[in-house]
């Protein structure tokens, strides 16, 4: 019974460790796509600007809008 327990152990060791490791390498790859697109960046900050309350619903359209059209 010892030597499942232990194996188990540690296979569950293993698998949340490479879980987290994935995990950091995936937002690690995404932040820095955002940083590489600063379109993508604007689009970003627009929508946290939104989500504070900093810019009223037509305001965000608009300037997703101008974002999107290139304009």
């Known amino acids: 019974m010892f030597p499942i ?4 152990f540690w296979l569950a060791l293993l ?4 879980y987290l490791i994935r995990r950091r ?3 690690g790859a995404a932040a820095s ?3 590489a697109d600063p379109m993508a960046r604007a689009q970003s900050v627009l ?3 939104f989500a504070r309350g900093e810019i009223d ?3 965000y359209l608009i300037r997703s809008s ?5 304009g």
């Open 25 to 27: 390498m995936d937002s």
């Open 47 to 49: 929508a946290e600007r």
């Open 5 to 8: 327990t232990f194996a188990l």
């Open 57 to 59: 619903e037509d305001e």
């Open 66 to 70: 101008t974002l999107r059209n290139g």
């Open 33 to 35: 796509a955002t940083a």
């Open 15 to 18: 698998g949340a460790a490479f």
